[in-house]
C-alpha cells in the first residue's frame, strides 16, 4: 500500500515538474515574441528589457574598490587587474595610510611598496603601473587625476578599462563602458555582442546601451557576474533575466 502511494506521489511530482517546465518554457516564448523573437537579440526592445531588469536586480550598484578621492581609486583599479575587489581593498586599507597622496606613491621604495601590493599578484608590474601613473599625475597633472579618457590614457599602466571606471566613479564622466572578465562574458552570454577582444566588445555596446546609461549598466553587469551569472554553473534559478537569456551554457 505505501509503495502504492509513493509511486503516485512521484508521478505527480513529476507531472508538476512537467508542468513548471513547459510554464517557464511558454513564459520565454512570450517574452522572445513579445521582443521581436530572436532574429536580432540586439533590437532596442531587448536591450530595454534587460536594462530595466538590472535596474530591478541593482538599483544601487556601484564600484566597489573602496576609495577616498579619484587617486586612490586610480591606484586600487590598476592593483585590481588579475586580483578580486575584496582583495584589493584588503591591502589598500593600510596602504593608504603609509602613502597619504600621489607624491607619496611617486617616490616610494619600490623594493617597500613591492611587499606592500605583493598580495594582489603580479606586484612587480604593478608597482611599475602606480609609481608611474602616480609620477605622471604628479608632474603633468598637478596632483589631479586628468578628467578625460585621452590625457588619462597617458598614465603608465592605465588603459580603457581603469580610465573607464576612474572616470565613470570618481567624476561622474560616461566615456565608455568598463569591460572586465564579467562583462566580457554576460555580454556574450545575452548576445549583445560576439566579440572577445575587451575595446571590440566595449564599442558594441556603446552602440546598444544609451549613453547615460554607460556607468551604470558597467556596475550592474558586474554586481550580477559575481553574484548570479558566474563563470561555473551560473545560477539561472534566481536570475531575473533568465527569461531574456538564451545561453548555451544555462542551467534551467
Same mark, same amino acid.
Given at each position: 500500500?505505501?509503495?502504492? +502511494?509513493?509511486?503516485?506521489?512521484?508521478?505527480?511530482?513529476?507531472r508538476?515538474a512537467?508542468?513548471?517546465?513547459?510554464?517557464? +518554457?511558454?513564459?520565454?516564448?512570450r #517574452?522572445?515574441k %513579445?521582443?521581436?523573437?530572436?532574429?536580432?537579440?540586439? /533590437?532596442?526592445?531587448?536591450?530595454?528589457?534587460?536594462?530595466?531588469?538590472?535596474?530591478e %536586480?541593482?538599483?544601487?550598484?556601484?564600484?566597489?574598490?573602496?576609495?577616498? /578621492? $579619484?587617486?586612490?581609486?586610480? #591606484? &586600487?583599479?590598476?592593483?585590481?587587474?588579475?586580483?578580486t575587489?575584496?582583495?584589493?581593498?584588503?591591502?589598500?586599507?593600510?596602504?593608504?595610510?603609509k602613502? &597619504?597622496?600621489?607624491?607619496a606613491?611617486?617616490?616610494?621604495?619600490?623594493?617597500?611598496?613591492?611587499?606592500?601590493?605583493?598580495?594582489?599578484?603580479?606586484?612587480?608590474? +604593478?608597482?611599475? &603601473?602606480?609609481?608611474?601613473?602616480?609620477k %605622471?599625475?604628479?608632474?603633468k597633472?598637478k596632483g589631479?587625476? $586628468?578628467?578625460t579618457?585621452?590625457?588619462?590614457l597617458?598614465?603608465?599602466?592605465?588603459?580603457?578599462?581603469?580610465?573607464?571606471?576612474?572616470?565613470?566613479?570618481?567624476?561622474?564622466?560616461? &566615456?565608455?563602458?568598463?569591460?572586465?572578465?564579467?562583462?566580457?562574458?554576460?555580454?556574450?552570454?545575452?548576445?549583445?555582442?560576439?566579440?572577445?577582444?575587451?575595446? +571590440?566588445?566595449?564599442?558594441?555596446?556603446?552602440?546598444?546601451?544609451?549613453q547615460?546609461?554607460?556607468?551604470?549598466?558597467?556596475?550592474?553587469?558586474i554586481?550580477?557576474?559575481?553574484?548570479?551569472?558566474v563563470?561555473?554553473?551560473?545560477k539561472?534559478?534566481?536570475? /531575473?533575466?533568465?527569461p531574456?537569456?538564451?545561453?548555451?551554457?544555462?542551467?534551467?
Open positions: 500500500m505505501a509503495k502504492a +502511494k509513493n509511486i503516485v506521489a512521484k508521478k505527480k511530482k513529476g508538476a512537467v508542468t513548471s517546465a513547459a510554464g517557464a +518554457k511558454e513564459a520565454r516564448s #517574452v522572445r %513579445a521582443l521581436g523573437g530572436r532574429e536580432d537579440p540586439t /533590437n532596442p526592445k531587448r536591450v530595454a528589457a534587460i536594462l530595466e531588469k538590472l535596474d %536586480a541593482y538599483p544601487d550598484a556601484t564600484c566597489e574598490l573602496k576609495h577616498e /578621492n $579619484p587617486f586612490q581609486l586610480l #591606484v &586600487s583599479t590598476i592593483l585590481s587587474a588579475q586580483c575587489d575584496v582583495r584589493v581593498n584588503q591591502v589598500t586599507a593600510t596602504l593608504y595610510k602613502y &597619504s597622496d600621489a607624491k606613491f611617486a617616490y616610494a621604495n619600490p623594493a617597500e611598496l613591492e611587499q606592500e601590493i605583493r598580495p594582489t599578484g603580479f606586484f612587480r608590474n +604593478k608597482t611599475k &603601473s602606480v609609481m608611474g601613473a602616480s %605622471a599625475v604628479v608632474e597633472f589631479e587625476v $586628468p578628467r579618457m585621452e590625457e588619462i597617458t598614465l603608465p599602466g592605465v588603459a580603457r578599462k581603469t580610465g573607464n571606471v576612474v572616470l565613470g566613479t570618481a567624476y561622474g564622466i560616461a &566615456s565608455g563602458v568598463v569591460v572586465d572578465t564579467h562583462v566580457i562574458r554576460l555580454a556574450n552570454r545575452l548576445e549583445l555582442t560576439k566579440e572577445q577582444e575587451p575595446k +571590440k566588445i566595449e564599442q558594441d555596446l556603446m552602440k546598444i546601451i544609451p547615460e546609461k554607460w556607468i551604470k549598466f558597467s556596475h550592474q553587469l554586481w550580477h557576474g559575481r553574484r548570479v551569472c563563470a561555473r554553473k551560473p539561472c534559478v534566481m536570475c /531575473n533575466l533568465e531574456l537569456c538564451h545561453a548555451r551554457d544555462k542551467t534551467v
